[in-house]
């Protein structure tokens, strides 16, 4: 008989099966592990679907019937793609709520893992010498590797989903921890295609096998599954087939300045280059433009020196960003963060 898969809660292994449910629950202590517990229920009754939460990619956020099916043919796609036999340690430190973290328990279960689970937070803290495949958001990747790097080249394979990597962070990464960054969505059941950032770097994400790719008149990424269900998002991608593609950015933040369609993404990547503080582009209203692009820098105040920095900023800039991207507001002011620690993106200006 093949060996299980197990789960490491409470200083105890686990076997990732039905039977262990009633002990396990009777076990765990935290909230966010009786969630683990309940997810387990869920996956394992007797009904052909679960209920997830989306993320709000194609509209407003809601519930949503996944079949279990279709979510483990997602599961054997990513235990393939990345060849994580049976018996590997894996780290999840996602909420079992989401698409992702969900997905990480159902291939810990198909791929026969064992799962060492961390309270889900920024810095995620793992029980484990060596994991073989770790998912995680991008604030939780760099927090953990500039925070522990010893946890951090404990890792074989991180899979960063939820948001593009700071590039400055990438660019100084060392070692031998390969980062993978995915592009998914709820109804996707997770990631439809990955993308290498280290040690590789690779612009496109290319699609797992069954899915396409294409875009409308506007750019709008269209997306076809293995089972022939097609979705229209809202990002603004680049196709370089039908399987593979770069993403540019999202409909609903495009900078319409003058005709000219601004990417705030392409702001934001070419200005990590110079300012340090989380920050975020977004369009002002403007009477002769019709919207300008703005940055806010997250503060609790304003610097005594925000002159000689917005000067800065402003020159630098109009000498490396492309024709009408540089911004025309510079702000100092806080900035909201998720729960997963990505910085929104400003909706009104202040």
């Known amino acids: 008989?093949?060996?299980?898969?197990?789960?490491?809660?409470?200083?105890?292994?686990?076997?990732?099966?039905?039977?262990?449910?009633?002990?396990?629950?009777?076990?765990?202590?935290?909230?966010?592990?009786?969630?683990?517990?309940?997810?387990?229920?869920?996956?394992?009754?007797?009904?052909?679907?679960?209920?997830?939460?989306?993320?709000?990619?194609?509209?407003?956020?809601?519930?949503?019937?996944?079949?279990?099916?279709?979510?483990?043919?997602?599961a054997k796609r990513t235990i393939d793609y990345f060849e994580v036999s049976p018996g590997s340690k894996a780290g999840l430190a996602l909420p079992v709520t989401s698409i992702a973290g969900m997905m990480m328990l159902v291939r810990a279960i198909i791929g026969r893992w064992d799962l060492v689970v961390s309270k889900p937070a920024i810095h995620a803290t793992f029980n484990a010498d060596e994991l073989d495949f770790v998912a995680l958001t991008p604030i939780q990747a760099q927090t953990i590797e500039q925070e522990d790097p010893v946890q951090w080249k404990s890792f074989k394979t991180v899979l960063i989903g939820g948001g593009s990597p700071n590039n400055r962070w990438l660019s100084q990464l060392s070692g031998e921890t390969r980062v993978f960054e995915s592009f998914g969505m709820t109804e996707t059941i997770s990631h439809?295609?990955?993308?290498?950032?280290?040690?590789?770097?690779?612009?496109?994400?290319?699609?797992?096998?069954?899915?396409?790719?294409?875009?409308?008149?506007?750019?709008?990424?269209?997306?076809?599954?293995?089972?022939?269900?097609?979705?229209?998002?809202?990002?603004?991608?680049?196709?370089?087939?039908?399987?593979?593609?770069?993403w540019l950015g999202r409909m609903d933040d495009v900078i319409n300045s003058g005709g000219l369609k601004i990417h705030p993404e392409a702001v934001e990547m070419g200005l990590q280059a110079i300012i340090n503080q989380p920050f975020r582009c977004f369009g002002v209203p403007d009477a002769d433009w019709g919207q300008v692009v703005a940055i806010r820098i997250h503060s609790e105040e304003v610097p005594h020196d925000w002159e000689e920095q917005k000067r800065f900023i402003e020159s630098w800039s109009r000498d490396n960003l492309p024709k009408h991207h540089a911004p025309k507001v510079i702000e100092w002011a806080p900035l909201e963060q998720s729960w997963t620690g990505k910085w929104k993106r400003p909706r009104n200006h202040n």
Request: with cysteine; aromatic share 8%; net charge negative.
């Open 192 to 246: 439809l295609a990955l993308r290498q950032l280290y040690p590789l770097r690779e612009p496109n994400f290319r699609c797992l096998p069954g899915f396409a790719v294409r875009t409308n008149s506007q750019g709008v990424l269209n997306i076809r599954t293995p089972d022939g269900q097609e979705f229209i998002t809202r990002d603004v991608v680049q196709c370089q087939d039908d399987h593979s593609f770069i």
């Open 1 to 74: 008989m093949m060996k299980e898969g197990s789960v490491y809660l409470q200083g105890s292994w686990w076997c990732l099966n039905p039977s262990a449910l009633m002990d396990l629950k009777e076990a765990v202590i935290e909230p966010w592990e009786l969630e683990l517990v309940k997810a387990m229920e869920l996956w394992w009754n007797s009904e052909p679907t679960m209920s997830i939460r989306t993320s709000g990619s194609t509209g407003n956020p809601k519930p949503i019937q996944l079949a279990k099916a279709a979510m483990e043919a997602s």
